[in-house]
């Protein structure tokens, strides 16, 4: 949890807010990067190519958001395949990101 948390709080650092969306439209766009590297570990992608299959998917997110995949990336990797395939990563991330 504490890992978590220190990801949650690299990513908003790391986001930097130009246009400024509102917290809810934040964690948004950061729940679907969490929830495309998911997507890409239980498809059996390497750790190191995450970007770039993510890139390939053509994101709807705005660009800026893609700073924050190598901060997900070891989170997800992190875990065993089977909580990846069976946990709401995305979900969890939202709402932890919104108690911020």
């Known amino acids: 949890m504490i890992r978590v948390l220190s990801v949650v709080l ?5 986001v930097p807010a130009f246009a400024a969306p509102s917290k809810s439209e934040d964690c948004g766009y950061q ?16 750790e190191r190519k995450v970007p ?8 709807e997110w705005p660009d800026k958001y ?3 995949i190598p901060l997900v990336a070891p989170w ?13 990563l995305a979900a969890a991330w939202n709402e932890m990101c919104l108690s911020q």
């Open 10 to 14: 690299s990513v908003a650092v790391a």
């Open 31 to 46: 729940s679907e990067v969490v929830a495309a590297v998911q997507a890409a570990r239980v498809a059996r992608v390497g």
């Open 52 to 59: 770039d299959h993510v890139a390939e998917t053509t994101p």
């Open 66 to 68: 893609n700073a924050v």
């Open 76 to 88: 997800v990797y992190g875990m065993k395949m089977r909580e990846v395939k069976s946990a709401d």
